[in-house]
C-alpha cells in the first residue's frame, strides 16, 4: 500500500512523507524538508510520526523552501539524505556526515517497499530533480517547482493514479502583483514555475482512467487562489473542483491513498 501526506506547501516551505507498507513492514520517505527542525517536527507529530520513523530524505533542489532543516535532521536523526550532485555543489558541499547519498536521473532509490525515481526537470536551480514513486502497483508522481513541461517530464509522469503538481499562479494576478518586473520575468519564465493553465495542461497529457487524484501543490499566497487552480485543474479532467485537493501552507493534505479516489485537504 502506498499513501502520502502533505506537510505544508508554497513559497514558505514545502514538505510531503510518502509511506510504502506491506504487513507489517512500513518505509517512509520525506520528500523536502522546507521547514525550521520545530515546525518539521510539529508538522510530523500532526502525521503521527516522529523524525525516527523517517528512512530517508529526499532534497528536489536548493531553493531554501525545498532545504529548511534537512541538515540538522539528517545529521540528528541518522536519516540518509538524497540529492543531486548540483544540488549539494550548490547548497556549497555540506559535510553531511557521511548519510549524504547522491541521485540520478532515472536511478531508481529502493526503500524497501517502494521504489522513488529520480526525473530531471527546468527549474531554475543547479540539477532539480522530482519524483516519482511507485510499489509496483500504485504509482505516484511529485513535481512541486517547473519552469514548464519537457517531453521527458510528460514522460515520467504517464500512468499515474496520483499526482501532486505545482499549480502556482495565475498570469494576471501575477502581472498585477507588486512582485517587481525581474520577479514577475522569474516566476513566469520557463524555469520558474507553473502556472494554473500549463499545469491544466500537463493534466490533459497525461490523464487515463486510471489517474484518480490530483492534489494542486505550491499555489502562491500572493498570486492565485485555491479557487482559480482547483477551477482550472478540474476543467482540464472533466473532474469537479472539489475533487482536486489543494495543498495548504500550513495543514498540507490529509493522508491519501495513493489508488483510490480520495480528496481532502
Ligand atoms: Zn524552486
Ligand atoms: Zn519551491
Known amino acids: 500500500m502506498l499513501r502520502f501526506k502533505n506537510l505544508g506547501s508554497g513559497s514558505t516551505g514545502n514538505a510531503t512523507v510518502v509511506e510504502g507498507s506491506s504487513g507489517t513492514q512500513v518505509r517512509r520517505l520525506l520528500i523536502d524538508c522546507g521547514f525550521g527542525i520545530r515546525q518539521l517536527q510539529a508538522r510530523l507529530a500532526q502525521a503521527q510520526l516522529q523524525p525516527e520513523d523517517l528512512d530517508a530524505v529526499f532534497i528536489t533542489h536548493e531553493h531554501s523552501d525545498h532545504i529548511g532543516c534537512a541538515q540538522a535532521l539528517a545529521v540528528r536523526y541518522r536519516i540518509p539524505v538524497w540529492m543531486s550532485e548540483g544540488t549539494h555543489a550548490a547548497l556549497g558541499f555540506p559535510d553531511l556526515d557521511g548519510l549524504l547519498q547522491v541521485a540520478h536521473d532515472l536511478e531508481a532509490i ?8 529520480p526525473f530531471t526537470v527546468p527549474h531554475d536551480a543547479r540539477e532539480p530533480l522530482q519524483l516519482r514513486c511507485s510499489d509496483g502497483a500504485a ?9 514548464h513541461a519537457s517531453p521527458h517530464v510528460l514522460e515520467q509522469l504517464q500512468g499515474c493514479h496520483a499526482l501532486m503538481i505545482e499549480a502556482n499562479h495565475d498570469p494576471g494576478m501575477l502581472q498585477a502583483s507588486r512582485y517587481p518586473p525581474f520577479l514577475k520575468r522569474r516566476v513566469g519564465g520557463p524555469y520558474g514555475h507553473l502556472a494554473n493553465a500549463a499545469t491544466a495542461d500537463i493534466l490533459r497529457t497525461v490523464q487515463h482512467a486510471g489517474l484518480l487524484q490530483v492534489v494542486a501543490a505550491h499555489l502562491s499566497a500572493q498570486n492565485n487562489t485555491p479557487a482559480l487552480a482547483q477551477e482550472a485543474l ?15 501552507p500550513t495543514q498540507g493534505t490529509d493522508w491519501l491513498r495513493v489508488g483510490e479516489r480520495q480528496w481532502g485537504g
Open 234 to 248: 478540474a476543467a482540464a479532467l472533466d473532474w469537479t473542483a472539489e475533487e482536486i485537493t489543494v495543498a495548504s
Open 139 to 147: 504509482h505516484l508522481g511529485v513535481l512541486t517547482d517547473l519552469g
Open 110 to 117: 529502493d526503500l524497501g517497499e517502494f521504489q522513488a525515481r
